[in-house]
């Protein structure tokens, strides 16, 4: 089987290998384990391999790599018309060679190749769409008009779209699905977790406004203020990070939250292990996959209802959904620190849910997936 996968993230060469972003290509290498070609159309990008960039594993990967588009100002706009054509033929000649079409939503270059799909009515396609498909959500254009082709059987044949969370949408092509970062051997045994010497709150993702890190700084600043030992580690990078540190030395809480930039898996995996509360305010998600990851380790979430989170969290039974504002994330927080059997009751059914959504089942999913099971 030849594979076409159409993707908007960027991805790098590093002596023979191809790289992208971890999750992205953990993922991806699992689809891969079963045809026998793959051929990529993506961006390029010439920076450096990060330590949360992975290669692929595989021996026949043709990268067609295409430039990026945006459509954020006028001058962005002008200078991405002039793109399409190239990114158009691109996509339309893998698609042409392909026996199975890959397509990963939302993105400008995942938008493309829902138009050109529609050119290849016979071809088997899959789509992951890795945002929110919540249909009340507010959302750019482009995201509504992926979601209104893909999920349209007139325009959109032989297609299975994976979606995040259960929408009761009549389209028969949508399946709700689930993202794993953890196989059945890493299944660890975590003892229950106590308050009786600190408290450990845990932030795991890109710090930029989206995100709302620099709230849950102030979560821990407001619980330091009311006595208790809030410490609070962050893992991640982005915009927002010169306002967390300036917030962090005028507060004086240099003691207490640490920023660690970007780690690798088995990084956060201990930082997971480590905490009692996942802190994650996100105003946008697709599958947070932090939200499951911290669940898989005995670290309750507190996030918000975005997405598939409330789901995820069966509306409060494996963790709290909460109105993104200091007083509300501060009480929810001190409600579990009083009442600390509640807190392991849910803790213990976020542990069990989430350890049902391995790699083991991802990987058996996505073999039904490509043998049209």
Excluded at 156 to 176: A, E, F, Q
Excluded at 253 to 282: M, P, R, W
Aim: with cysteine.
């Amino acid at each position: 089987m030849k594979f076409s996968i159409i993707s908007h993230v960027r991805h790098k060469k590093h002596k023979d290998g191809l790289f992208a972003y971890e999750p992205y290509v953990r993922e991806m290498n699992l689809w891969l384990k079963y045809v026998e070609e793959v051929e990529i159309v993506a961006p390029f990008s010439l920076s450096k391999i990060r330590n949360i960039d992975a290669i692929y594993n595989h021996d026949k990967i043709i990268f067609n790599k295409v430039p990026e588009i945006e459509f954020t100002s006028v001058l962005k706009s002008l200078l991405s018309f002039f793109k399409l054509p190239i990114i158009l033929f691109t996509i339309f000649k893998a698609f042409k060679n392909a026996d199975h079409i890959h397509l990963r939503c939302p993105g400008n270059i995942g938008l493309l190749g829902c138009f050109v799909q529609i050119l290849f009515p016979n071809k088997i396609k899959t789509a992951k769409y890795a945002g929110n498909w919540d249909p009340n959500s507010k959302q750019p254009f482009s995201y509504k008009l992926q979601k209104w082709i893909l999920k349209n059987t007139f325009l959109t044949k032989k297609m299975t779209v994976l979606v995040y969370g259960n929408w009761h949408v009549t389209s028969k092509n949508i399946v709700p699905f689930f993202t794993a970062t953890y196989r059945e051997t890493e299944k660890e045994d975590i003892a229950s977790k106590d308050f009786n010497d600190k408290i450990n709150l845990l932030f795991v993702g890109t710090l930029s406004k989206g995100k709302q890190p620099l709230l849950s700084v102030k979560v821990v600043d407001e619980l330091r203020k009311l006595g208790y030992k809030a410490y609070f580690n962050m893992y991640g990078e982005g915009e927002e990070e010169t306002k967390i540190k300036i917030y962090i030395s005028d507060n004086n809480l240099e003691t207490y939250i640490t920023l660690h930039g970007n780690k690798d898996k088995e990084a956060i995996k201990l930082a997971y292990q480590k905490a009692h509360f996942l802190v994650f305010l996100s105003k946008s998600e697709g599958w947070p996959k932090v939200v499951a990851e911290a669940m898989f380790w005995k670290c309750l979430p507190i996030s918000t209802q975005v997405s598939c989170i409330p789901e995820m969290l069966n509306h409060g039974e494996r963790g709290s959904v909460v109105t993104p504002k200091l007083d509300a994330v501060t009480n929810e927080i001190t409600y579990y620190i009083k009442n600390q059997s509640i807190y392991k009751e849910k803790v213990q059914k976020a542990y069990d849910w989430s350890r049902i959504y391995t790699l083991n089942k991802f990987e058996t999913e996505i073999a039904k997936l490509l043998n049209n099971k």
